[in-house]
């Protein structure tokens, strides 16, 4: 079976959506594929219980809809899934579920992508034959858990941030939590307001800050101020807040919050409680590990510690070259994109990434608008172009 469309968009996400929605205010036809059986699965099936947006919705809104005033200023993960439904019922968007690309390959003589489809339930296999492609299946394919030596050996429960829900099943057991993120810290914080007995690996620095460090930088002081004068106002006022934080094992980066954020997607831990916690001795900071044991984890300072339970909150990583045949168009050996920002976002022979600036939600908007912006630009060109030459 062979389709022909304008766009294809694989992944839908609020990356995916997004594109949708403003290639369809231009009336330009698009399709999306998605694996999965709902469009938002991320945040649908894979997301903690007690995830709040960690930015103010000022940020977090896609293109062409703001997020109701009625809303809180940071919402809630239902919250969020309840706007995401809101969208997609306003601008009609129609995803194909269970839709597994297996492979999209360029015609160099067509000047057109094909990409090949399996649908998982009926293992059915079909041909989309589009001039334009965008990536919008997300960073966050699939959960990534370093190879740490003698894990495979580990008697306890090992899980990634992505399959974990709550607190509520590990009470008084040992749970160590691998990565400082703001996955990491919140999930540690999750755990120890259950009664589980709480430790969390610190490898890199980074700096910590309340969401209304955020939102004061972002809505007020870089309208009007450099980088590193906000970066300046900013690193006082958490350093005011929280004190000399290099005591409970966390060191602040030498660059400022915002310059690293702009320069390379690396964002502020978002604190939301877990610092106090860290202070108190209700969680407990661990160096690196070295190896893991039956029944232990060894650390980088020789001490070893028993757990009931790992949770790597390790990060994800992209599985976009494993079907995108001609990836060197676009991403690089990672599956990231491989012009850097702000141009990340185009590739060569009409392909897209969506999503992958690494500058959240905020970073998805911009993409679909300038993705948009450039298909109807190329196609508009392609018709004067076909005028002229008749």
């Known amino acids: 079976m062979v389709e022909e469309t304008m766009v294809v968009i694989v992944g839908a996400g609020p990356s995916g959506l997004a594109t949708s929605a403003c290639l369809s205010q ?24 007690r995830l709040n947006l960690h930015l103010a919705k000022d940020f977090c809104h896609l293109p062409l809809m703001s997020i109701s005033p009625k809303n809180p200023t940071y919402l809630s993960k239902k919250e969020f899934i309840k706007y995401l439904d809101e969208y997609v019922t306003k601008f009609k968007i129609k995803s194909r579920f269970y839709q597994s690309v297996e492979s999209a390959v360029y015609d160099e003589v067509e000047k057109r992508w094909r990409i090949e ?16 492609l965008v990536v919008a299946s997300g960073e966050n394919n699939e959960g990534y858990i370093p190879n740490v030596l003698g894990l495979e050996s580990f008697q306890g429960e090992v899980l990634h941030s ?70 300046f106002i900013v690193k006082s006022l958490a350093f005011y807040v929280y004190g000399d934080l290099t005591k409970s094992g966390i060191r602040r980066p030498k660059s400022g919050p915002f310059f690293l954020k702009a320069t390379t997607g690396r964002s502020a831990v978002i604190d939301v409680g877990t610092v106090k916690k860290i202070k108190d001795g209700g969680i407990k900071v661990v160096p690196a590990i070295t190896r893991v044991n039956e029944k232990s984890v060894v650390f980088e300072n020789g001490i070893e510690k028993q757990f009931d339970a790992i949770v790597f909150a390790t990060g994800y990583r992209s599985l976009a070259n494993t079907w995108l045949k001609d990836y060197k ?16 976002w185009k590739g060569e022979n009409n392909l897209y990434v969506a999503g992958l600036s690494r500058r959240g939600l905020e970073g998805v908007s911009k993409d679909a608008i300038a993705i948009a912006e450039d298909v109807n630009e190329t196609r508009r060109f392609d018709v004067a172009g076909t005028v002229v030459a008749l």
């Open 329 to 344: 168009y676009g991403l690089n050996a990672n599956g990231m994109p491989k012009n850097s920002f702000p141009n990340h």
């Open 117 to 132: 489809s399996k649908d998982t339930v009926s293992g059915e296999v079909k041909v989309f034959i589009a001039k334009f």
């Open 162 to 231: 992505n399959v974990y829900k709550s607190g509520l099943a590990y009470r008084d057991q040992n749970v160590l939590v691998v990565g400082s993120g703001n996955s990491g810290m919140e999930i540690a914080y999750d755990l120890s307001n259950y009664g589980a007995l709480t430790s969390i690996v610190v490898r890199s620095s980074f700096h910590v800050l309340t969401k209304e460090m955020v939102r004061i930088g972002m809505l007020l002081l870089m309208k009007k101020f450099p980088v590193w004068l906000v970066d």
């Open 26 to 49: 231009s009336e330009i036809p698009n399709v999306i594929l998605e694996r999965e059986d709902c469009y938002a699965s991320l945040w649908k099936k894979r997301a903690y219980d």
